[in-house]
């Protein structure tokens, strides 16, 4: 009852119960009339009466249809078109006395129902249910296969001896109920089979007003053959309450649109219910058969068991297609568990604390598994360089060479003067795709990586395969890259804070605290090891005349030009630093007394040849002092190496001073 409730959350019950009411008002005062002409038009009238209303809901809900969904709908008002068209041509034939033949009026009964089945496939089709489509057909091939059987058991006789006498008569009257069953199993896929978030009320009512009529013209059957029908029979309010039920539909479906209530059912109350009418055709199966051998069949058996074959033949299909369809949505869950992964772990780097590199390599990877494609490319805005790629994913199966480090190219120069997601589905068709890449790469995908109103990046990914993106991947990789956007932006704020809590500012080197920082685990970890490592002292032995003479700005500009050149000068694993005032220090790890002489020459050398502007023209920088102690024979600690450092670093600031006086004097 609750899952009824469910279906009905839009409404529909006030049009049920008129709908009943008039129906049961229309048979009563049938009942009243004695059969005849006067009972025979008041049946044809209600008749035509629930037919138009059926035309006027389905076209309403056609107006009201977005349009997805205009088909479907057009075809149900297209069945119940056809439907009011024979009973129009029944009144013309039947309170007009006009001359036509049976089948005439037969045709648009018949034509209703395979409108009916038509509109139905066209709601899965439009829900992208592919494979409930599948399900749809073989349900109401079991279904017709197990209607067949049963009118061959009961009605075999007959039927064959109607044949001989009508035989247009015979199979027209035989249509009737298969069409209707088979439109009605085709409903009771279509209530089970749209997805679980979409309204069934329209759906359940529209299963009861073909099942209404398909009892009615499966009830019908009998009379029609023998030639026994009058109105004013318990058939009529049937098929007047089928044809209403179709109107109330149309209705519902409006309803449910302008509403917009969320009747989302349980998917395990769906998954249920989908094999509700397979086991309703097995169960009737069983039956048939065992009737068949009580009553005989006689020589209409062979007709039924082959009914019965075909109907385990469908029954087997019906149940691989279940398997398949298991299957895929098991893969359709790991994909998205994928996906959801690949969303948390650029999450988590946004609370994290990776360097610029890893982030953009984890972004580039992920993205991978994402889109599933084969690769992808991460690049970062770097100020005075323009867009700069910064990370490749499986970049060498794709043919893309070590590119990290150039400037940007491809697709994703569409992205940044769009500030949209461009998608490549044809790659090489794309006016700025690479020429060079189009042998390699079938589709692709770019997104702006957008932070706080700007273009932080770009995310590329490519496929060797063509690829059509759903537009649930485009939404996921707009979130992905809302949200690798973010943590760019604040692995950059960290990186630097980190550089103005770890650098000078003034010349880039490390600050006095780093230095001492690093200086203690070098410390370390050459204890451990038995290593060696010198400490280099530096002192401009003129910053003070440069500062009185030309004035502070110069003098920082003299600092700055004396790190670059120490940082430029030094191996990749030496540290610069900024000691104080006009003093650095060079930590050399692992290195001895030669190779410490030798770097302090090399330095030396390249700051007698620096130069610096002043009042425009060139001028040489303050001679450096040095000043160079040794771990752990000039000492086991911080202090008492730079103390040896400074202590010789005096020195030769004393030679250089007594060299100097020495020449002035000799002048």
Not at 353 to 378: F, I, K, Q
Request: hydrophobic share 50%; glycine share 8%.
């Amino acid at each position: 009852m609750r899952y009824l409730r469910k279906i009905f959350a839009v409404g529909g019950r006030r049009q049920y119960l008129v709908a009943l009411a008039l129906a049961l008002a229309a048979y009563a005062l049938e009942r009243l009339l004695p059969a005849g002409e006067t009972r025979t038009a008041v049946a044809d009238l209600a008749l035509t009466g629930a037919a138009i209303s059926a035309v006027v809901g389905t076209s309403g809900a056609v107006r009201a249809a977005s349009a997805p969904d205009r088909p479907a709908w057009g075809s149900f008002l297209l069945g119940a078109l056809a439907w009011l068209g024979s009973q129009l041509l029944r009144d013309a034939s039947q309170l007009a006395a006009l001359p036509l033949p049976p089948n005439a009026i037969d045709f648009g009964y018949i034509l209703a129902a395979p409108l009916f089945t038509l509109g139905f496939v066209l709601m899965l089709v439009r829900h992208g249910q592919r494979l409930a489509v599948y399900a749809l057909l073989l349900d109401v091939g079991a279904v017709v296969l197990v209607l067949v059987a049963v009118i061959t058991l009961f009605l075999a006789k007959t039927i064959t001896y109607d044949m001989t006498m009508d035989t247009f008569g015979t199979i027209s009257a035989l249509l009737y109920p298969v069409v209707y069953v088979a439109a009605t199993g085709a409903a009771l896929s279509v209530l089970f089979g749209l997805p679980a978030e979409e309204p069934r009320s329209a759906a359940f009512t529209l299963f009861v007003g073909i099942g209404l009529n398909a009892l009615a013209f499966t009830l019908y059957l009998p009379a029609l053959i023998q030639g026994s029908f009058v109105p004013g029979t318990f058939l009529d309010p049937l098929w007047m309450l089928g044809m209403a039920a179709i109107g109330i539909a149309g209705w519902q479906s409006v309803a449910d649109r302008d509403r917009a209530v969320e009747t989302e059912l349980s998917t395990a109350v769906i998954e249920f219910s989908r094999m509700t009418l397979p086991a309703i055709v097995a169960l009737a199966s069983a039956l048939l058969i065992v009737l068949a051998h009580l009553i005989g069949a006689g020589a209409a058996e062979l007709v039924i068991d082959v009914a019965i074959a075909l109907v385990v033949l469908v029954l087997s299909g019906r149940a691989g297609l279940a398997l398949f369809t298991n299957w895929r949505l098991g893969e359709a869950e790991r994909r998205r568990a994928s996906q959801l992964q690949a969303l948390y772990e650029v999450g988590l780097a946004t609370a994290g604390e990776l360097s610029l590199d890893d982030l953009t390599a984890l972004v580039a990877r992920e993205a991978t598994l994402l889109t599933r494609t084969d690769g992808a490319m991460v690049s970062l805005a770097e100020p005075g360089n323009g867009f700069v790629i910064r990370a490749l994913h499986k970049g060498p199966l794709l043919r893309l060479r070590d590119s990290v480090g150039e400037p940007l190219r491809g697709i994703a120069l569409a992205v940044i003067e769009s500030r949209e997601m461009v998608v490549a589905t044809d790659y090489s068709a794309h006016p700025q795709s690479t020429v060079a890449l189009h042998e390699v790469i079938a589709s692709a995908l770019a997104v702006p990586l957008v932070a706080h109103g700007e273009i932080v990046g770009t995310l590329t990914a490519y496929s060797s395969r063509p690829r059509v993106f759903t537009e649930e991947t485009l939404r996921l990789v707009r979130l992905y890259a809302a949200q690798a956007a973010i943590a760019v932006a604040n692995a950059r704020l960290v990186a630097e804070t980190r550089r103005l809590a770890r650098d000078d500012d003034l010349t880039g080197a490390l600050n006095r605290r780093s230095l001492m920082e690093r200086l203690e685990t070098e410390i370390a970890e050459a204890s451990r090891h038995g290593d060696i490592f010198g400490v280099v002292l530096c002192d401009l032995d003129g910053l003070k005349a440069v500062n009185d003479s030309a004035g502070h700005l110069v003098g920082n500009e003299v600092l700055k030009t004396v790190a670059r050149v120490m940082r430029e000068s030094a191996r990749a694993e030496d540290l610069v630093a900024r000691f104080g005032g006009d003093e650095f220090v060079i930590l050399l790890p692992r290195t001895g007394l030669l190779p410490a002489q030798a770097v302090v020459t090399r330095i030396a050398s390249r700051l007698r040849d620096e130069r610096y502007m002043w009042a425009g023209r060139e001028n040489g920088l303050p001679r450096v002092s040095f000043g160079i102690s040794w771990f752990p024979e000039d000492g086991r600690n911080a202090d008492a190496l730079l103390a040896t450092a400074d202590a010789r670093m005096y020195e030769d600031k004393s030679r250089a001073r007594i060299a100097r006086d020495s020449a002035a004097g000799a002048d």
